[in-house]
Protein backbone atom coordinates (compact mmCIF):
# COMPACT_ATOMS: atom_id res chain seq x y z
CA UNK A 1 0.00 0.00 0.00
CA UNK A 2 2.81 2.55 0.76
CA UNK A 3 4.83 2.90 -2.10
CA UNK A 4 8.00 4.84 -2.48
CA UNK A 5 6.96 7.89 -3.81
CA UNK A 6 4.48 8.82 -1.37
CA UNK A 7 5.13 7.38 1.46
CA UNK A 8 4.16 9.77 4.59
CA UNK A 9 0.90 10.33 2.59
CA UNK A 10 0.00 6.49 2.16
CA UNK A 11 0.76 5.94 5.50
CA UNK A 12 -1.54 8.38 7.16
CA UNK A 13 -3.92 7.38 4.81
CA UNK A 14 -3.80 3.55 5.74
CA UNK A 15 -4.12 4.81 9.49
CA UNK A 16 -7.55 6.76 8.88
CA UNK A 17 -9.04 4.09 6.79
CA UNK A 18 -7.98 1.57 9.17
CA UNK A 19 -6.78 2.21 12.18
CA UNK A 20 -9.30 5.58 12.84
CA UNK A 21 -12.42 2.75 12.00
CA UNK A 22 -11.41 0.15 14.06
CA UNK A 23 -10.49 2.99 17.02
CA UNK A 24 -14.14 4.12 16.09
CA UNK A 25 -16.00 0.44 15.94
CA UNK A 26 -13.83 0.07 19.91
CA UNK A 27 -14.80 3.15 20.75
CA UNK A 28 -18.79 2.26 20.02
CA UNK A 29 -17.98 -1.07 21.98
CA UNK A 30 -17.13 0.32 24.86
CA UNK A 31 -19.77 2.87 24.75
CA UNK A 32 -22.72 0.46 24.16
CA UNK A 33 -21.59 -1.95 26.64
CA UNK A 34 -21.20 0.83 29.28
CA UNK A 35 -24.76 2.55 27.94
CA UNK A 36 -26.63 -1.16 28.63
CA UNK A 37 -25.36 -1.29 31.90
CA UNK A 38 -26.86 2.32 32.50
CA UNK A 39 -30.09 0.94 30.81
CA UNK A 40 -30.15 -2.31 32.61
CA UNK A 41 -30.16 0.17 36.01
CA UNK A 42 -32.46 2.49 35.40
CA UNK A 43 -34.67 -0.44 33.59
CA UNK A 44 -34.29 -2.13 37.39
CA UNK A 45 -34.45 0.92 39.77
CA UNK A 46 -36.72 3.42 37.79
CA UNK A 47 -38.60 2.56 35.10
CA UNK A 48 -39.40 -0.46 36.54
CA UNK A 49 -40.55 0.75 39.78
CA UNK A 50 -42.17 3.45 37.81
CA UNK A 51 -44.00 1.03 35.98
CA UNK A 52 -44.82 -1.37 39.20
CA UNK A 53 -46.37 2.18 40.94
CA UNK A 54 -49.02 2.75 37.06
CA UNK A 55 -49.94 -0.99 37.15
CA UNK A 56 -50.81 -1.04 41.15
CA UNK A 57 -52.65 2.34 40.96
CA UNK A 58 -55.23 0.47 39.34
CA UNK A 59 -55.19 -2.65 41.43
CA UNK A 60 -56.46 -3.73 45.02
CA UNK A 61 -53.43 -4.36 46.59
CA UNK A 62 -51.83 -4.02 50.42
CA UNK A 63 -48.03 -4.35 48.82
CA UNK A 64 -47.61 -7.93 50.99
CA UNK A 65 -49.20 -10.41 49.32
CA UNK A 66 -47.74 -11.86 46.20
CA UNK A 67 -48.05 -9.39 43.16
CA UNK A 68 -50.61 -11.94 40.91
CA UNK A 69 -53.04 -11.41 44.02
CA UNK A 70 -53.60 -7.44 43.19
CA UNK A 71 -57.14 -7.26 42.06
CA UNK A 72 -58.12 -4.85 38.92
CA UNK A 73 -60.06 -2.48 40.07
CA UNK A 74 -60.26 0.49 37.03
CA UNK A 75 -59.85 3.91 38.15
CA UNK A 76 -61.61 3.08 41.60
CA UNK A 77 -58.49 4.32 43.41
CA UNK A 78 -58.33 8.09 42.09
CA UNK A 79 -62.00 7.96 42.00
CA UNK A 80 -61.67 7.06 45.63
CA UNK A 81 -59.22 9.87 46.24
CA UNK A 82 -60.99 12.95 44.47
CA UNK A 83 -64.19 12.12 46.67
CA UNK A 84 -61.85 11.68 49.97
CA UNK A 85 -62.13 15.14 51.81
CA UNK A 86 -58.60 13.72 53.48
CA UNK A 87 -56.59 13.26 50.73
CA UNK A 88 -58.03 17.07 49.19
CA UNK A 89 -56.65 18.46 52.14
CA UNK A 90 -53.90 17.19 51.90
CA UNK A 91 -53.72 18.69 48.92
CA UNK A 92 -54.42 22.01 49.70
CA UNK A 93 -51.91 21.64 53.11
CA UNK A 94 -49.31 20.68 50.11
CA UNK A 95 -50.16 24.08 48.27
CA UNK A 96 -50.38 26.15 51.30
CA UNK A 97 -46.72 24.81 52.77
CA UNK A 98 -45.28 25.39 48.86
CA UNK A 99 -46.69 29.02 48.63
CA UNK A 100 -45.48 30.10 52.13
CA UNK A 101 -42.36 28.51 51.62
CA UNK A 102 -41.93 30.09 48.39
CA UNK A 103 -42.36 33.38 49.28
CA UNK A 104 -40.59 33.02 52.34
CA UNK A 105 -37.56 31.33 50.55
CA UNK A 106 -37.21 33.11 47.99
CA UNK A 107 -38.22 36.37 49.05
CA UNK A 108 -35.75 36.53 51.71
CA UNK A 109 -33.34 35.04 49.25
CA UNK A 110 -33.49 37.68 46.41
CA UNK A 111 -33.53 40.64 49.12
CA UNK A 112 -30.48 38.96 50.32
CA UNK A 113 -28.68 38.17 47.60
CA UNK A 114 -29.69 42.22 46.27
CA UNK A 115 -27.94 43.49 49.41
CA UNK A 116 -25.05 41.10 49.51
CA UNK A 117 -23.46 42.32 46.16
CA UNK A 118 -24.12 45.63 47.12
CA UNK A 119 -22.09 45.83 50.13
CA UNK A 120 -17.92 46.21 49.63
CA UNK A 121 -16.72 43.99 52.75
CA UNK A 122 -17.45 40.42 54.60
CA UNK A 123 -19.86 39.56 51.16
CA UNK A 124 -17.52 36.02 51.90
CA UNK A 125 -18.58 36.05 55.38
CA UNK A 126 -22.04 36.27 54.41
CA UNK A 127 -22.04 33.68 51.79
CA UNK A 128 -20.42 31.28 54.34
CA UNK A 129 -22.91 31.82 57.42
CA UNK A 130 -25.79 31.78 54.64
CA UNK A 131 -25.24 28.91 53.46
CA UNK A 132 -24.83 26.54 56.65
CA UNK A 133 -28.40 25.89 57.45
CA UNK A 134 -28.63 24.25 54.34
CA UNK A 135 -25.89 21.75 54.86
CA UNK A 136 -27.06 20.36 58.00
CA UNK A 137 -29.62 17.35 58.35
CA UNK A 138 -32.69 18.13 58.03
CA UNK A 139 -33.88 15.73 60.52
CA UNK A 140 -31.62 17.63 63.34
CA UNK A 141 -32.72 20.79 62.10
CA UNK A 142 -36.50 19.58 62.47
CA UNK A 143 -35.91 18.00 66.49
CA UNK A 144 -34.02 21.42 67.27
CA UNK A 145 -36.77 23.58 66.06
CA UNK A 146 -39.67 21.34 67.43
CA UNK A 147 -37.58 21.88 70.81
CA UNK A 148 -36.60 26.10 70.38
CA UNK A 149 -40.79 25.94 69.97
CA UNK A 150 -41.70 24.19 72.85
CA UNK A 151 -45.20 25.92 73.57
CA UNK A 152 -44.19 25.79 77.84
CA UNK A 153 -40.52 26.50 78.27
CA UNK A 154 -39.00 27.27 74.36
CA UNK A 155 -36.92 29.89 73.80
CA UNK A 156 -39.17 31.25 70.82
CA UNK A 157 -42.00 32.38 73.51
CA UNK A 158 -38.96 33.91 75.31
CA UNK A 159 -37.77 36.00 72.79
CA UNK A 160 -41.62 36.82 72.12
CA UNK A 161 -42.45 37.55 75.45
CA UNK A 162 -39.01 39.49 75.91
CA UNK A 163 -40.06 41.92 72.98
CA UNK A 164 -43.93 42.15 75.00
CA UNK A 165 -45.82 39.74 72.68
CA UNK A 166 -47.82 36.77 74.27
CA UNK A 167 -46.22 33.42 73.73
CA UNK A 168 -47.40 31.41 70.99
CA UNK A 169 -48.40 27.37 70.89
CA UNK A 170 -46.59 27.04 67.74
CA UNK A 171 -46.44 23.66 66.24
CA UNK A 172 -49.01 22.49 68.67
CA UNK A 173 -51.69 24.77 67.48
CA UNK A 174 -53.80 23.91 64.37
CA UNK A 175 -54.11 26.98 64.20
CA UNK A 176 -50.41 28.43 63.56
CA UNK A 177 -48.40 24.93 63.42
CA UNK A 178 -48.14 25.20 59.61
CA UNK A 179 -46.23 28.78 59.39
CA UNK A 180 -44.62 27.09 62.61
CA UNK A 181 -42.86 24.59 60.44
CA UNK A 182 -43.00 26.91 57.47
CA UNK A 183 -40.64 29.08 59.49
CA UNK A 184 -37.85 26.33 59.80
CA UNK A 185 -37.63 25.40 56.23
CA UNK A 186 -37.49 29.36 55.29
CA UNK A 187 -34.70 29.40 57.79
CA UNK A 188 -32.83 26.47 56.59
CA UNK A 189 -33.31 27.23 52.69
CA UNK A 190 -33.24 31.19 52.48
CA UNK A 191 -29.26 31.20 52.31
CA UNK A 192 -29.49 28.61 49.90
CA UNK A 193 -31.35 30.34 47.85
CA UNK A 194 -29.39 33.82 48.48
CA UNK A 195 -26.46 32.02 46.72
CA UNK A 196 -28.69 30.91 43.81
CA UNK A 197 -29.72 34.64 43.19
CA UNK A 198 -26.13 35.99 43.78
CA UNK A 199 -24.78 33.80 40.87
CA UNK A 200 -27.77 35.05 38.84
CA UNK A 201 -27.27 38.32 39.87
CA UNK A 202 -23.51 38.95 38.97
CA UNK A 203 -24.38 36.98 35.53
CA UNK A 204 -25.78 40.21 34.46
CA UNK A 205 -23.19 42.24 32.83
CA UNK A 206 -21.76 45.96 34.59
CA UNK A 207 -22.32 47.99 31.47
CA UNK A 208 -25.86 47.19 31.41
CA UNK A 209 -25.61 49.13 34.92
CA UNK A 210 -23.17 51.79 33.71
CA UNK A 211 -25.43 52.23 30.85
CA UNK A 212 -28.40 53.22 33.14
CA UNK A 213 -26.44 54.85 35.40
CA UNK A 214 -25.25 57.50 32.89
CA UNK A 215 -29.12 58.12 31.70
CA UNK A 216 -29.15 58.78 34.97
CA UNK A 217 -31.79 55.88 36.23
CA UNK A 218 -32.56 55.62 40.11
CA UNK A 219 -31.42 52.37 41.85
CA UNK A 220 -35.39 51.39 41.35
CA UNK A 221 -35.69 51.90 37.63
CA UNK A 222 -32.70 50.26 37.71
CA UNK A 223 -34.07 47.34 39.59
CA UNK A 224 -36.95 47.02 37.36
CA UNK A 225 -36.13 47.56 33.69
CA UNK A 226 -32.45 45.63 33.96
CA UNK A 227 -32.14 43.72 36.93
CA UNK A 228 -35.50 41.71 36.71
CA UNK A 229 -35.85 40.94 32.93
CA UNK A 230 -31.86 39.90 32.64
CA UNK A 231 -32.27 37.58 35.93
CA UNK A 232 -35.67 36.79 34.75
CA UNK A 233 -34.79 33.57 33.35
CA UNK A 234 -32.40 31.94 36.26
CA UNK A 235 -35.31 32.86 38.32
CA UNK A 236 -37.98 30.96 36.65
CA UNK A 237 -35.46 28.05 37.05
CA UNK A 238 -34.91 28.63 40.94
CA UNK A 239 -38.37 28.84 41.13
CA UNK A 240 -39.40 25.91 39.03
CA UNK A 241 -36.76 23.95 41.57
CA UNK A 242 -38.40 25.27 44.37
CA UNK A 243 -42.09 24.03 43.56
CA UNK A 244 -40.82 20.76 42.34
CA UNK A 245 -39.04 20.51 46.36
CA UNK A 246 -41.46 22.12 48.42
CA UNK A 247 -44.60 20.06 47.06
CA UNK A 248 -43.01 16.60 47.42
CA UNK A 249 -42.90 17.93 51.69
CA UNK A 250 -42.31 15.27 53.83
CA UNK A 251 -39.33 14.97 56.66
CA UNK A 252 -39.77 17.93 58.40
CA UNK A 253 -43.58 17.55 59.13
CA UNK A 254 -43.05 13.59 59.63
CA UNK A 255 -40.50 14.90 62.35
CA UNK A 256 -42.62 17.93 64.00
CA UNK A 257 -45.72 17.50 63.85
CA UNK A 258 -46.28 14.06 62.28
CA UNK A 259 -49.07 15.74 60.18
CA UNK A 260 -51.11 17.07 63.77
CA UNK A 261 -52.91 18.77 65.41
CA UNK A 262 -55.60 17.98 64.39
CA UNK A 263 -54.17 16.88 60.63
CA UNK A 264 -53.47 20.65 60.16
CA UNK A 265 -50.28 19.59 58.59
CA UNK A 266 -50.83 16.52 56.47
CA UNK A 267 -49.19 16.70 53.71
CA UNK A 268 -49.44 14.52 50.59
CA UNK A 269 -46.46 12.16 50.45
CA UNK A 270 -47.25 12.25 54.50
CA UNK A 271 -50.48 10.93 54.26
CA UNK A 272 -48.83 8.50 51.31
CA UNK A 273 -46.28 7.03 53.66
CA UNK A 274 -49.33 6.29 55.90
CA UNK A 275 -51.91 5.44 53.82
CA UNK A 276 -49.33 2.63 52.35
CA UNK A 277 -47.43 1.63 55.70
CA UNK A 278 -49.70 1.99 58.51
CA UNK A 279 -53.12 1.01 56.77
CA UNK A 280 -51.49 -1.24 54.43
CA UNK A 281 -53.42 0.19 51.38
CA UNK A 282 -50.53 0.05 48.98
CA UNK A 283 -52.23 0.66 46.03
CA UNK A 284 -54.36 3.98 47.29
CA UNK A 285 -50.83 5.49 48.10
CA UNK A 286 -49.25 4.66 44.67
CA UNK A 287 -52.47 6.28 43.19
CA UNK A 288 -51.62 9.23 45.53
CA UNK A 289 -48.26 9.43 44.22
CA UNK A 290 -48.83 9.15 40.23
CA UNK A 291 -51.69 12.54 41.04
CA UNK A 292 -48.72 14.07 43.07
CA UNK A 293 -46.56 13.60 40.19
CA UNK A 294 -49.08 15.15 37.32
CA UNK A 295 -49.47 18.25 39.46
CA UNK A 296 -45.90 18.78 39.85
CA UNK A 297 -45.50 18.29 36.03
CA UNK A 298 -48.51 20.26 35.03
CA UNK A 299 -46.74 23.03 37.44
CA UNK A 300 -43.44 22.85 35.96
CA UNK A 301 -44.82 23.10 32.28
CA UNK A 302 -46.31 25.86 33.37
CA UNK A 303 -43.60 28.03 34.78
CA UNK A 304 -41.61 26.61 31.50
CA UNK A 305 -44.03 28.58 29.76
CA UNK A 306 -44.12 31.89 31.78
CA UNK A 307 -40.23 31.60 31.48
CA UNK A 308 -40.53 31.37 27.22
CA UNK A 309 -42.94 34.13 27.41
CA UNK A 310 -41.04 36.31 29.53
CA UNK A 311 -37.79 36.11 27.22
CA UNK A 312 -40.08 36.47 23.91
CA UNK A 313 -41.66 39.60 25.22
CA UNK A 314 -37.70 40.64 26.37
CA UNK A 315 -36.64 40.59 22.93
CA UNK B 1 -35.41 19.24 29.71
CA UNK B 2 -33.59 20.55 27.45
CA UNK B 3 -34.66 23.87 28.66
CA UNK B 4 -33.75 23.35 31.99
CA UNK B 5 -30.34 22.30 30.88
CA UNK B 6 -30.09 25.56 28.47
CA UNK B 7 -30.81 27.53 32.21
CA UNK B 8 -27.75 26.03 34.08
CA UNK B 9 -24.95 27.19 32.12
CA UNK B 10 -25.40 30.64 32.29
CA UNK B 11 -25.75 30.66 35.48
CA UNK B 12 -22.96 27.98 36.69
CA UNK B 13 -21.01 29.76 34.12
CA UNK B 14 -21.13 33.20 36.23
CA UNK B 15 -17.75 34.29 37.37
CA UNK B 16 -17.28 35.97 40.64
CA UNK B 17 -16.96 39.71 40.34
CA UNK B 18 -16.63 42.07 43.12
CA UNK B 19 -19.29 43.80 44.44
CA UNK B 20 -21.95 45.89 42.51
CA UNK B 21 -22.61 49.30 43.42
CA UNK B 22 -25.50 50.89 43.90
CA UNK B 23 -25.78 53.99 41.91
CA UNK B 24 -25.59 56.46 44.02
CA UNK B 25 -21.84 57.89 44.60
CA UNK B 26 -23.34 61.12 43.72
CA UNK B 27 -25.25 61.17 47.16
CA UNK B 28 -22.48 60.52 49.65
CA UNK B 29 -24.12 60.83 52.77
CA UNK B 30 -27.51 58.72 51.42
CA UNK B 31 -25.18 55.97 50.18
CA UNK B 32 -23.70 55.96 54.12
CA UNK B 33 -27.04 55.76 55.55
CA UNK B 34 -28.09 52.74 52.95
CA UNK B 35 -25.27 50.95 53.72
CA UNK B 36 -25.46 51.18 57.62
CA UNK B 37 -28.87 49.84 56.75
CA UNK B 38 -27.80 47.35 54.74
CA UNK B 39 -25.29 45.78 57.29
CA UNK B 40 -27.70 45.93 60.02
CA UNK B 41 -30.13 44.04 58.12
CA UNK B 42 -27.35 41.14 57.28
CA UNK B 43 -26.28 41.03 60.72
CA UNK B 44 -29.35 40.52 62.27
CA UNK B 45 -29.59 38.06 59.57
CA UNK B 46 -26.69 36.39 60.63
CA UNK B 47 -27.66 35.87 64.69
CA UNK B 48 -30.96 35.18 63.32
CA UNK B 49 -29.52 32.22 61.13
CA UNK B 50 -26.38 30.78 63.65
CA UNK B 51 -28.03 31.26 67.28
CA UNK B 52 -30.39 27.70 66.86
CA UNK B 53 -27.41 25.89 66.12
CA UNK B 54 -25.80 27.66 68.65
CA UNK B 55 -28.48 26.67 71.37
CA UNK B 56 -28.34 23.12 69.86
CA UNK B 57 -24.57 23.05 70.57
CA UNK B 58 -24.33 24.58 73.51
CA UNK B 59 -27.75 22.78 75.05
CA UNK B 60 -26.00 19.78 74.20
CA UNK B 61 -23.93 20.42 77.12
CA UNK B 62 -26.66 21.37 79.86
CA UNK B 63 -28.52 19.46 82.57
CA UNK B 64 -31.48 18.39 81.61
CA UNK B 65 -33.38 21.20 83.76
CA UNK B 66 -30.91 24.16 82.21
CA UNK B 67 -32.78 22.95 78.67
CA UNK B 68 -35.80 23.40 79.94
CA UNK B 69 -35.54 26.33 82.70
CA UNK B 70 -37.99 29.35 82.24
CA UNK B 71 -36.46 31.96 82.01
CA UNK B 72 -34.50 30.39 79.47
CA UNK B 73 -30.23 29.61 80.67
CA UNK B 74 -27.95 30.39 78.09
CA UNK B 75 -24.97 28.85 79.07
CA UNK B 76 -24.63 25.59 81.17
CA UNK B 77 -23.61 26.31 85.02
CA UNK B 78 -21.42 22.94 84.26
CA UNK B 79 -20.00 21.88 80.59
CA UNK B 80 -21.09 18.37 80.79
CA UNK B 81 -19.09 16.25 78.19
CA UNK B 82 -20.74 13.33 79.15
CA UNK B 83 -23.94 14.20 77.79
CA UNK B 84 -21.70 13.65 74.40
CA UNK B 85 -20.11 10.84 75.49
CA UNK B 86 -23.44 8.91 76.99
CA UNK B 87 -25.20 9.44 73.38
CA UNK B 88 -22.40 7.86 71.36
CA UNK B 89 -22.02 5.03 73.40
CA UNK B 90 -25.08 4.61 75.34
CA UNK B 91 -27.94 4.97 72.76
CA UNK B 92 -28.64 4.64 69.42
CA UNK B 93 -26.48 7.39 67.65
CA UNK B 94 -23.92 5.54 67.89
CA UNK B 95 -25.10 2.53 66.06
CA UNK B 96 -26.41 5.30 63.62
CA UNK B 97 -22.88 6.77 63.15
CA UNK B 98 -21.23 3.70 62.66
CA UNK B 99 -24.04 2.76 59.64
CA UNK B 100 -24.40 5.92 58.19
CA UNK B 101 -20.44 6.51 57.49
CA UNK B 102 -20.00 3.14 55.84
CA UNK B 103 -23.16 3.80 53.81
CA UNK B 104 -22.23 7.09 52.84
CA UNK B 105 -18.89 6.46 52.15
CA UNK B 106 -19.94 3.69 50.05
CA UNK B 107 -22.38 4.93 48.06
CA UNK B 108 -20.48 8.06 48.09
CA UNK B 109 -17.63 6.47 46.62
CA UNK B 110 -19.31 4.44 44.20
CA UNK B 111 -21.44 7.09 42.56
CA UNK B 112 -18.74 9.06 41.72
CA UNK B 113 -16.98 6.40 39.62
CA UNK B 114 -19.78 5.81 38.06
CA UNK B 115 -20.79 9.34 37.53
CA UNK B 116 -17.58 9.80 36.20
CA UNK B 117 -17.46 6.73 33.70
CA UNK B 118 -21.09 7.79 32.72
CA UNK B 119 -20.79 11.00 31.84
CA UNK B 120 -16.77 10.29 29.67
CA UNK B 121 -19.29 8.05 27.36
CA UNK B 122 -21.85 10.34 27.00
CA UNK B 123 -19.42 13.64 26.22
CA UNK B 124 -16.59 11.88 24.40
CA UNK B 125 -17.24 8.80 22.70
CA UNK B 126 -19.29 8.83 19.70
CA UNK B 127 -21.63 6.27 18.42
CA UNK B 128 -24.89 6.59 16.91
CA UNK B 129 -28.14 7.27 19.27
CA UNK B 130 -25.85 9.31 21.49
CA UNK B 131 -28.09 12.00 22.04
CA UNK B 132 -31.63 10.07 22.15
CA UNK B 133 -29.70 7.38 25.53
CA UNK B 134 -28.69 10.80 26.97
CA UNK B 135 -32.18 12.35 26.76
CA UNK B 136 -33.59 8.87 28.14
CA UNK B 137 -31.29 9.14 31.16
CA UNK B 138 -31.88 12.75 31.82
CA UNK B 139 -35.43 12.30 31.53
CA UNK B 140 -35.58 10.44 34.72
CA UNK B 141 -34.34 13.05 36.51
CA UNK B 142 -37.81 14.53 36.71
CA UNK B 143 -38.98 11.80 38.88
CA UNK B 144 -39.73 12.43 42.44
CA UNK B 145 -38.39 10.26 44.84
CA UNK B 146 -41.18 9.46 46.36
CA UNK B 147 -43.02 7.92 42.99
CA UNK B 148 -39.83 5.52 42.77
CA UNK B 149 -39.63 4.75 45.98
CA UNK B 150 -42.45 3.46 47.67
CA UNK B 151 -42.83 0.88 44.74
CA UNK B 152 -38.87 0.22 45.29
CA UNK B 153 -39.58 -0.84 48.71
CA UNK B 154 -42.31 -3.53 47.58
CA UNK B 155 -39.40 -4.65 45.12
CA UNK B 156 -36.75 -4.67 48.49
CA UNK B 157 -39.19 -6.89 50.52
CA UNK B 158 -39.80 -9.32 47.79
CA UNK B 159 -36.14 -9.81 47.09
CA UNK B 160 -35.77 -9.87 51.41
CA UNK B 161 -33.76 -7.01 51.19
CA UNK B 162 -35.44 -5.24 54.41
CA UNK B 163 -32.77 -4.22 57.01
CA UNK B 164 -29.63 -4.82 54.58
CA UNK B 165 -26.86 -2.67 53.47
CA UNK B 166 -27.40 -3.00 49.58
CA UNK B 167 -31.15 -2.07 50.40
CA UNK B 168 -29.44 1.15 51.00
CA UNK B 169 -26.62 1.32 48.25
CA UNK B 170 -27.47 -0.77 45.37
CA UNK B 171 -30.67 1.56 43.92
CA UNK B 172 -27.87 4.33 44.54
CA UNK B 173 -24.93 3.21 42.29
CA UNK B 174 -25.51 5.06 40.25
CA UNK B 175 -27.89 8.29 39.32
CA UNK B 176 -28.95 10.63 36.24
CA UNK B 177 -27.98 13.67 38.08
CA UNK B 178 -24.60 12.63 38.49
CA UNK B 179 -24.21 11.39 34.91
CA UNK B 180 -26.10 14.71 33.40
CA UNK B 181 -23.59 17.03 36.17
CA UNK B 182 -20.20 14.98 34.79
CA UNK B 183 -21.49 15.03 31.31
CA UNK B 184 -22.00 18.84 31.34
CA UNK B 185 -18.40 19.35 32.60
CA UNK B 186 -16.74 16.93 30.64
CA UNK B 187 -18.48 17.95 27.42
CA UNK B 188 -16.26 21.28 27.39
CA UNK B 189 -12.48 19.86 27.63
CA UNK B 190 -10.44 19.28 25.09
CA UNK B 191 -10.45 15.74 22.87
CA UNK B 192 -6.52 15.81 22.22
CA UNK B 193 -5.22 13.82 25.11
CA UNK B 194 -7.84 11.31 24.97
CA UNK B 195 -7.61 10.91 21.35
CA UNK B 196 -3.84 10.55 21.23
CA UNK B 197 -3.62 7.86 24.30
CA UNK B 198 -6.15 6.32 22.22
CA UNK B 199 -3.67 6.35 18.98
CA UNK B 200 -1.21 4.88 21.41
CA UNK B 201 -3.44 1.81 22.50
CA UNK B 202 -4.73 2.71 25.87
CA UNK B 203 -7.86 0.89 26.67
CA UNK B 204 -11.18 2.63 27.27
CA UNK B 205 -10.36 2.01 30.82
CA UNK B 206 -6.72 3.34 31.37
CA UNK B 207 -8.24 6.21 29.53
CA UNK B 208 -10.71 6.54 32.25
CA UNK B 209 -8.18 6.02 35.00
CA UNK B 210 -5.50 8.03 33.84
CA UNK B 211 -7.10 11.15 31.58
CA UNK B 212 -10.11 11.67 32.65
CA UNK B 213 -10.27 11.15 36.45
CA UNK B 214 -7.41 13.46 36.93
CA UNK B 215 -9.28 15.98 34.37
CA UNK B 216 -12.31 16.29 36.62
CA UNK B 217 -11.21 15.71 39.80
CA UNK B 218 -12.37 19.59 40.60
CA UNK B 219 -16.38 18.53 39.56
CA UNK B 220 -15.65 15.07 40.96
CA UNK B 221 -15.27 16.62 43.86
CA UNK B 222 -18.41 19.01 44.13
CA UNK B 223 -20.53 15.70 43.29
CA UNK B 224 -18.70 13.85 45.86
CA UNK B 225 -19.18 16.64 48.75
CA UNK B 226 -23.20 16.53 48.06
CA UNK B 227 -23.68 12.79 47.46
CA UNK B 228 -22.26 12.31 51.11
CA UNK B 229 -24.38 15.47 52.58
CA UNK B 230 -27.49 14.52 50.65
CA UNK B 231 -27.44 10.85 51.67
CA UNK B 232 -26.44 11.60 55.53
CA UNK B 233 -29.00 13.82 55.77
CA UNK B 234 -31.97 11.51 54.27
CA UNK B 235 -34.70 10.39 56.28
CA UNK B 236 -37.39 8.84 53.80
CA UNK B 237 -35.63 6.02 52.29
CA UNK B 238 -34.17 4.73 55.39
CA UNK B 239 -37.52 4.99 56.56
CA UNK B 240 -39.29 2.43 54.28
CA UNK B 241 -36.22 -0.05 54.46
CA UNK B 242 -34.43 -0.07 57.73
CA UNK B 243 -36.87 -1.21 60.60
CA UNK B 244 -34.38 -3.14 62.70
CA UNK B 245 -32.55 -0.74 65.34
CA UNK B 246 -29.43 -2.12 64.56
CA UNK B 247 -29.65 -1.09 61.30
CA UNK B 248 -30.86 2.27 61.38
CA UNK B 249 -28.89 5.19 59.82
CA UNK B 250 -27.93 8.68 62.00
CA UNK B 251 -31.43 10.40 60.95
CA UNK B 252 -33.79 7.40 61.58
CA UNK B 253 -31.88 6.78 65.28
CA UNK B 254 -31.91 11.00 66.44
CA UNK B 255 -36.03 10.30 64.96
CA UNK B 256 -36.24 7.65 67.19
CA UNK B 257 -34.18 8.78 70.10
CA UNK B 258 -36.74 12.15 69.92
CA UNK B 259 -39.90 10.09 69.67
CA UNK B 260 -39.10 8.18 73.11
CA UNK B 261 -41.48 8.35 75.73
CA UNK B 262 -38.66 9.60 78.33
CA UNK B 263 -37.18 12.47 76.49
CA UNK B 264 -34.06 13.79 77.39
CA UNK B 265 -33.61 16.75 75.37
CA UNK B 266 -30.42 17.56 76.59
CA UNK B 267 -29.16 13.97 74.81
CA UNK B 268 -31.36 15.23 71.92
CA UNK B 269 -29.59 17.67 71.19
CA UNK B 270 -26.19 16.55 72.20
CA UNK B 271 -27.14 13.98 69.57
CA UNK B 272 -28.58 16.61 66.59
CA UNK B 273 -25.30 18.48 67.30
CA UNK B 274 -22.81 15.23 66.78
CA UNK B 275 -25.26 14.55 63.38
CA UNK B 276 -23.60 17.97 62.23
CA UNK B 277 -20.34 17.34 63.01
CA UNK B 278 -19.55 15.27 59.70
CA UNK B 279 -21.18 17.78 57.38
CA UNK B 280 -19.51 21.41 59.06
CA UNK B 281 -15.94 19.73 59.01
CA UNK B 282 -16.55 19.19 55.13
CA UNK B 283 -18.08 22.40 54.45
CA UNK B 284 -15.20 24.38 57.15
CA UNK B 285 -12.50 22.46 54.77
CA UNK B 286 -14.20 22.87 51.50
CA UNK B 287 -16.80 25.68 51.46
CA UNK B 288 -15.44 27.16 48.34
CA UNK B 289 -16.10 23.88 46.26
CA UNK B 290 -19.54 23.76 48.09
CA UNK B 291 -20.50 26.86 47.18
CA UNK B 292 -19.70 27.00 43.44
CA UNK B 293 -21.24 23.59 42.86
CA UNK B 294 -24.22 24.79 43.97
CA UNK B 295 -25.89 26.25 41.59
CA UNK B 296 -24.77 22.91 39.14
CA UNK B 297 -26.69 20.61 42.04
CA UNK B 298 -28.96 23.16 42.23
CA UNK B 299 -30.81 21.19 39.92
CA UNK B 300 -31.21 18.36 42.98
CA UNK B 301 -33.95 20.68 44.42
Known amino acids: ?315 | MATVQAEIEPIAAAPVRRARRLPLENLRWQRVVIEGLAYLFLIVSAILMLLPLFWMIVGGFKAEWEVTAVPAVWLPSQWRWDNYLYVMTQSLIGTGYKNSLILVTIVTVIQVVTSVVGGYVFAKLRFPGREVLFIGVISTLMLPGFLIQIPLFVMMAKLEWLNTYQAMIVPFLLTPFGIFMMRQFMTGLPTEYIDSARMDGASETSVIWRIVFPLVREPAAALAIFVFIQHWNELFWPLLVLRQREMFTLPLALFALNGDYNTVYSLILAGATLAIIPVIIIYAVLQEHIIRGVTLTGLKG
Do not use: C
Not at chain 1, 61 to 77: H, Q, S
Not at chain 1, 120 to 132: D, M, Y
Not at chain 1, 207 to 235: K, N, R
Open chain 1, 1 to 315: MATLAEPAVARRDLLTRVGIRGLAAREAAFAYSIVGVIYLFFTLFVFGPLVLAFYVSFTRWDGLAPLAEARFVGIDNYALLFTSERFIMSLWHDFEWTYKAYIGQIGLGLMLALIVINITRFQTLARLIAFTPFILPIVAVSILFTILMNPVWGVFNAALNFVGLPSNRWLTDPATAMDAAVLMIVWKYAGYYMILFITALLAVPQEYYDAAHIDGAGPLQTFFYITVPMILPAFIFISVINVIGNLQVFTPIFVMTQGGPNRATEVVVLLMYNTAFNNFQYSVANAMAIVLFVIILVLTVFQMKVLKRGAAAEE
